[in-house]
């Protein structure tokens, strides 16, 4: 078992920054794939983006080319680098593992116009 616990949100104003981060409780040496979610009110949890343990990213086509998924396997982390913030990422952030799959609690993102 791994608890996650994602960091980083908060308000910000369209086009601006936001760095997520997630930290895993125990090693994530053996966990090939950690990703990052996302679900807006009145919305299904969506992907965003995924790192496997080599480093091999990718990323869902709302947000390519704005946000950056990377992984420190010495520091058991994983951070979501989002630029160029729409109102439309506006969502609750969940960090997540691979199979066995684990969810942390989530960090709120709120982009205003």
């Known amino acids: 078992q791994v608890q996650l616990v994602e960091s980083g949100g908060g308000l910000v104003q369209a086009g601006g920054s936001l760095r997520l981060s997630c930290a895993a409780s125990r090693s994530i040496f053996s966990i090939n794939t950690m990703g990052w979610y996302r679900q807006a009110p009145g919305k299904q949890r969506e992907w965003v983006a995924d790192i496997t343990f080599g480093g091999t990213a990718n990323y869902a086509n709302s947000v390519k080319g704005r946000f950056t998924i990377s992984r420190d396997n010495a520091k058991n982390t994983v951070d979501l680098q989002m630029n160029s913030l729409k109102p439309e990422d506006t969502a609750t952030y969940y960090c997540?593992?691979?199979?066995?799959?684990?969810w942390g609690q989530g960090t709120q993102v709120t982009v205003s116009s």
């Open positions: 997540r593992t691979g199979g066995p799959i684990f």
